[in-house]
């Protein structure tokens, strides 16, 4: 049976420089499309992926990424802001690799775009009060 | 034309006081004139929303049955360590304490998820949170070993006592190196990858009052959410520090010690922080009303983020080693735009301190004087300002291995 899936990759820093999607393509017969893809100051590697084809290939390709060191999440997993907690100081603001949190120049406000998060979790440990949070 | 505190305190009492908010002022200056504003205004109120590391609060608690002694003991609140040299009954909890078992920075970058200012949260919120001591005994307290809930209720007396708060100036801070560095100015990307800073600006409370002419030793302030005073001049006060020629300082400079009674305080105003591989904080909310009293007081007042620069600090060097260099200075309003510029390269900006929350200070400041509910006072003492010669000392370090002190005594260790 054929699936698709979106998934969020991390690479940890080590592995930046191994052809690891190459393989997956080459020897687990899965098709990717690449939805976002960024590298993070810690130069660790977030892809945002969807991934088709039969559900016996698809789950190997996941196991082979785990077994790489790839961390895998289902892209349901995303980031939610808790209101209360949120200062709008702007740290995040930095932070974000793409644009979804951004500082409002007129209310200097920090307004979150949760259509731009790719959930690569950045914000949660760099935020002070500890606003961000995952949502499984 | 001059204002005294206790005129405007009527018109305070009478509902009739003109308050506006230091972002305000400017308009209405530029707009009315100088002379004109001075007669209209009444206050002008400032805030600041930010980490301020030197914060705590002290609580009284009641005596247990049997009787225990805290001078002396350890003692936790939630596992965060606190200072018990004191009474049998009085402890101070620290912003930045955080408990025995936190791995701190072993693993590298370390997380900091509870300190001392999470639990001044916590029980702002109305959470019990645990209280252990374990002291040794004596014949009038024999008690041992104390573990109990306790919440703000419970405290005889809970009092936020912050010796260092609302800097006048603060750093922008950038990183030189080639590798990512964790700071309490937060995460510092490679090769001048962001820079950061911490101030309100133009609604900073010393930035609108530079030589300290009216915010003095027991003027009455907002302190996180609550009333407070002024009690001292903060620690690392330093009136010495360069200036332009409208007497704002181009660096840190006056610093404030302020204490309010906890129970009044909410923790929308009082926020325990995490920093990333350098340990724990808590934000603190402070609001000082500034009294027009003349037209050199309104000036002052007018100060804005164009006219304020901040001095660049190389955190991956010349912060750590104590260097004098700076990679340049910018104002406030490149630092709100976004992005400034440093050696030809556009640098994306963050700011620690909120100048969102700070502007809603300013207005609920503004609000209680409107109201009538909050009136100015007249400084008991000045703060020392730059005719008090004072200097912020370095360390020269003096080797404690060598036993002869400089005044000759001999410290010899108890084996």
């Not at chain 1, 993070?40 to 196991?63: F, H």
């Not at chain 2, 209405?28 to 504003?37: H, M, P, Q, V």
């Not at chain 2, 009787?67 to 003692?75: A, D, N, P, V, Y």
């Amino acid at each position: 049976m054929a699936i698709s899936i979106k998934v969020v990759l991390h690479f940890p820093r080590h592995l930046m420089n191994q052809p690891i999607i190459y393989h997956l393509a080459r020897h687990y017969d899965v098709e990717f499309n690449i939805l976002k893809a960024s590298i993070t100051p810690q130069e660790e590697g977030v892809l945002v992926m969807e991934l088709k084809g039969e559900q016996k290939d698809y789950e190997g390709g996941i196991k082979y990424l785990t077994d790489s060191g790839v961390e895998v999440h289902p892209l349901s997993r995303n980031v939610a802001r808790d209101e209360d907690k949120c200062t709008h100081c702007g740290v995040c603001v930095a932070v974000c690799p793409v644009g979804a949190l951004i500082l409002d120049p007129a209310t200097r406000r920090v307004d979150f775009c949760e259509s731009k998060c790719i959930a690569c979790e950045l914000c949660i440990k760099a935020c002070p009060p500890r606003a961000m949070k995952v949502c499984l | 034309m001059l204002k005294t505190i206790v005129e405007i305190n009527e018109r305070i009492q009478k509902g009739e006081a003109v308050v506006v908010t230091a972002e305000e002022v400017i308009d209405i200056a530029e707009k009315n004139g100088i002379t004109r504003a001075t007669q209209e205004i009444d206050v002008v109120t400032t805030a600041t929303f930010g980490p301020m590391c030197s914060s705590g609060a002290y609580f009284n608690i009641g005596q247990a049955k049997p009787r225990i002694k805290f001078g002396g003991s350890t003692i936790y609140l939630n596992d965060v360590p606190a200072y018990a040299g004191w009474a049998a009954a009085d402890l101070y909890l620290g912003a930045t304490a955080i408990p025995d078992h936190d791995p701190r920075n072993k693993v590298y970058p370390g997380e900091f998820i509870y300190g001392g200012g999470h639990v001044i949260e916590d029980l702002l919120e109305g959470k019990d949170v645990r209280l252990v001591a374990s002291a040794y005994g004596t014949d009038c307290y024999p008690k041992r070993k104390l573990e109990t809930w306790v919440n703000l209720d419970d405290f005889n007396q809970a009092v936020l006592f912050n010796v260092r708060n609302a800097s006048q100036n603060y750093n922008v801070a950038v990183n030189s190196s080639n590798r990512i560095i964790y700071t309490y100015m937060g995460m510092l990307k490679p090769n001048l990858g962001n820079a950061t800073y911490s101030s309100a600006g133009q609604l900073s409370p010393l930035l609108n009052d530079p030589y300290y002419k009216t915010i003095g030793i027991g003027t009455r302030i907002f302190l996180g959410g609550g009333i407070g005073y002024v009690t001292w001049q903060g620690t690392q006060h330093n009136p010495d520090v360069l200036r332009s020629e409208d007497g704002v300082p181009r660096g840190c400079g006056g610093t404030l010690a302020v204490i309010g009674d906890l129970k009044q305080m909410s923790s929308r105003w009082l926020r325990g922080t995490s920093f990333l591989g350098y340990g724990c904080n808590m934000m603190v909310g402070i609001g000082i009303p500034i009294p027009i009293l003349s037209e050199e007081m309104l000036r002052y007042t007018m100060v804005k983020d164009a006219d304020i620069v901040a001095p660049v600090v190389d955190y991956s060097d010349a912060y750590p080693q104590r260097k004098s260099d700076i990679l340049g200075e910018v104002s406030y309003a490149e630092l709100k735009s976004g992005k400034i510029v440093l050696r030809e390269k556009e640098v994306p900006t963050a700011s620690l301190s909120s100048y969102y929350k700070a502007v809603e200070i300013a207005h609920t400041l503004k609000r209680w004087i409107q109201k009538g509910e909050f009136l100015l006072t007249e400084p008991v003492a000045p703060l020392p300002g730059i005719e008090s010669g004072i200097i912020l000392k370095p360390l020269e370090e003096r080797p404690a291995g060598v036993s002869i002190a400089k005044n000759g005594s001999i410290y010899r260790r108890r084996e």
